[in-house]
């Protein structure tokens, strides 16, 4: 069986949840019979060669074939509409397709390759599975979360409302040439694609009907996994049929933790070490978790902040440069291999998210290797982590909560850390599902094209 998986960045360059998630099920299915490759949009391509529009490169990661593509801003003037439509990357997917021949191809990302790319392979006679990470299919910025740092429930005022929480200059011509009378007309109808004209209104529009084009693609794959039952929730809610809907929890690769060491003891210690991993990004909540630190008058607590300051530069400069807390060490971003022995230096995790958090590969870790964990009550947190079996919730955004939690910890570390949390599924679990789904989606695409 050869399968092709599909996402928008890849490591090494790009090491977040879901660019490890796909390294990590590459390495397990190559490793059980499946012939996985990878093909990856790379935005940082195009740097390495200026004179280069477009770009197409095999290299291996660990034995796992990659295809990395990349496509130059100028072949897709329209940015708004780029992040979901980009004819000549979704046709970079096909020629890949053609090149080696794929029975099945499975899809995690699509940002910057184009929904076409799936019609490009259901024009190949072949199976399509789409992994859903986070809320791209629905919303401009991935998070429903406004500007404002508010939830949001998806597209407001049928589409209108992303305008100003995307690009509150675009909403300002919008509003001053009165065009929004003319866009909403247009919201069913899709922005062309590839067209050297990039005027403020085709941008505007390319947001206005972003969810109704990606929505419809979505519909048409033929299973659709979701890795909680909020996530796929949220996705009926907008229009995904259950039917093509399946829960598949997130898998942990044990390879992941190659350097473990022995779990620091919590009887004996002198200190009560909790831990952040993750982007230094404004909706993972770091500020409330540095806030919340405040309500701690403990001396005994420690912080330990682990993370880029990519992401988001100007926040997490503000943040971590903001930092006059002695209890507190930004240790930044690490390599993956000393996961293990930085999760075994810990007490517990905090995950302070303020958006709808999808399963974050960091709790599941933390509870992999037997960490309690507190956590902000939002999105597929409150389905891992319960109160009182090896975690902790608290109101999201609340650090006061949050504070009292950590000092009640702080106070009696031996009874609050205790309880060990549920253990994740693995990785291979993992693999044994997904062979299962691939099997059946390959065999019935056999029996209706014969």
Request: with cysteine; hydrophobic share 35%; net charge negative.
């Given at each position: 069986m050869k399968v092709l998986l599909v996402v928008h960045e890849f490591l090494p360059l790009h090491h977040t949840g879901t660019e490890q998630y796909v390294r990590s099920l590459a390495l397990a299915m190559r490793s059980s019979g499946i012939d996985a490759h990878v093909l990856a949009f790379e935005p940082l391509l195009d740097l390495a060669s200026?004179?280069?529009?477009?770009?197409?490169?095999?290299?291996?990661?660990?034995?796992?074939?990659?295809?990395?593509?990349?496509?130059?801003?100028?072949?897709?003037?329209?940015?708004r509409l780029r992040d979901y439509q980009n004819p000549l990357a979704s046709r970079m997917v096909a020629r890949y397709i053609d090149e080696v021949g794929f029975d099945l191809v499975h899809v995690f990302h699509l940002r910057n390759i184009g929904a076409g790319a799936i019609k490009e392979v259901q024009l190949r006679g072949l199976p399509v599975v789409v992994h859903l990470m986070d809320f791209w299919w629905i919303c401009p910025n991935y998070l429903l979360l406004q500007r404002?740092?508010?939830?949001?429930?998806?597209?407001?005022?049928?589409?209108?409302?992303?305008?100003?929480?995307?690009?509150?200059?675009?909403?300002q011509i919008v509003t001053d040439s009165s065009a929004a009378s003319l866009l909403r007309p247009l919201a069913h109808r899709p922005t062309p694609a590839g067209s050297p004209i990039s005027s403020p209104l085709r941008q505007a529009h390319a947001l206005l009907s972003r969810k109704d084009q990606l929505m419809t693609v979505l519909g048409t794959a033929?299973?659709?996994?979701?890795?909680?039952?909020?996530?796929?929730?949220?996705?009926?809610?907008?229009?995904l049929p259950a039917r093509k809907l399946l829960q598949l929890p997130y898998g942990i690769d044990p390879g992941r933790f190659i350097e473990s060491v022995p779990r620091k003891p919590i009887l004996?210690?002198?200190?009560?070490?909790?831990?952040?991993?993750?982007?230094?990004?404004?909706?993972k909540g770091v500020?409330?978790?540095?806030?919340?630190?405040?309500?701690v008058p403990a001396t005994n607590l420690r912080v330990h902040i682990y993370g880029s300051r990519t992401s988001q530069p100007g926040y997490s400069e503000q943040l971590i440069d903001?930092?006059?807390?002695?209890?507190?060490?930004?240790h930044g971003p690490f390599n993956p291999t000393s996961l293990g022995s930085i999760l075994a230096g810990l007490d517990a995790l905090v995950v302070p998210s303020i958006w709808y958090e999808n399963?974050?590969?960091?709790?599941?870790?933390?509870?992999?290797?037997?960490?309690?964990?507190?956590?902000?009550?939002?999105?597929?947190?409150?389905?891992?982590?319960?109160?009182?079996?090896?975690?902790?919730?608290?109101?999201?955004?609340?650090?006061?909560?949050?504070g009292l939690l950590m000092m009640r910890i702080a106070a009696d570390p031996a009874t609050e850390l205790a309880q060990a949390p549920p253990a994740p599924q693995s990785i291979n679990e993992n693999i044994v599902a997904l062979r299962a789904i691939y099997q059946d989606l390959i065999a019935n695409q056999q029996r209706t094209s014969t």
């Open positions: 200026p004179g280069s529009q477009v770009l197409e490169r095999d290299d291996e990661l660990e034995g796992i074939p990659v295809r990395r593509i990349s496509v130059h801003d100028s072949q897709s003037l329209n940015h404002d740092d508010s939830l949001c429930d998806g597209p407001p005022d049928g589409g209108m409302g992303c305008i100003p929480c995307i690009d509150p200059s675009l909403q033929d299973c659709v996994i979701a890795p909680s039952l909020f996530l796929g929730r949220i996705y009926r809610q907008h229009g004996g210690s002198p200190h009560v070490d909790i831990g952040y991993i993750g982007s230094i990004s404004r909706h500020h409330v978790l540095l806030e919340a630190l405040r309500h903001g930092i006059q807390d002695s209890r507190v060490t930004f399963t974050p590969f960091s709790a599941l870790e933390a509870q992999y290797a037997g960490l309690p964990i507190l956590a902000s009550d939002l999105g597929s947190l409150p389905e891992i982590v319960r109160n009182g079996a090896g975690g902790f919730l608290f109101p999201a955004g609340n650090a006061r909560r949050l």
